[in-house]
């Protein structure tokens, strides 16, 4: 099934592909690509940018499955746990911050 074979493509790129390169990979006409995006999007399973390539307009397509912190989500990451502000509904005191403290000791732990 043209969706199955999209998807795989898309997810052995972590960096993202052009949405050209995946109508030439898959050998199908831009209607099909789109149509075939499309159902992959309204399922949540990839998702798409817009980008300037060669001088055009097109898309990069990453996949939306969960393949573990990238480089970037290292800074939020200490001793394995992210960092305890993300989405933390708590009234804050950061300096009386338990939770904050701990996870400071762990970069800390993680430097040493
Ligand atoms: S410092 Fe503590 S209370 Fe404030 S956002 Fe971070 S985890 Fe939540």
Known sequence: ??????????????????????????????????????????????????????????????CMEFTGPSDKHKYFLAGGVFSPCTGCSIECYPENCRLLDEWVWAIIKEEN
């Open 1 to 62: 099934m043209i969706e199955d074979e999209m998807f795989d493509l898309v997810r052995q790129h972590k960096d993202g592909i052009l949405q050209s390169s995946v109508r030439k990979t898959l050998e199908i006409d831009s209607k099909k690509c789109s149509r075939t995006i499309a159902k992959l999007m309204k399922n949540h399973l990839i998702r798409r940018e817009p980008e300037l390539a060669n001088g055009r307009n097109t898309f990069r397509l990453y």
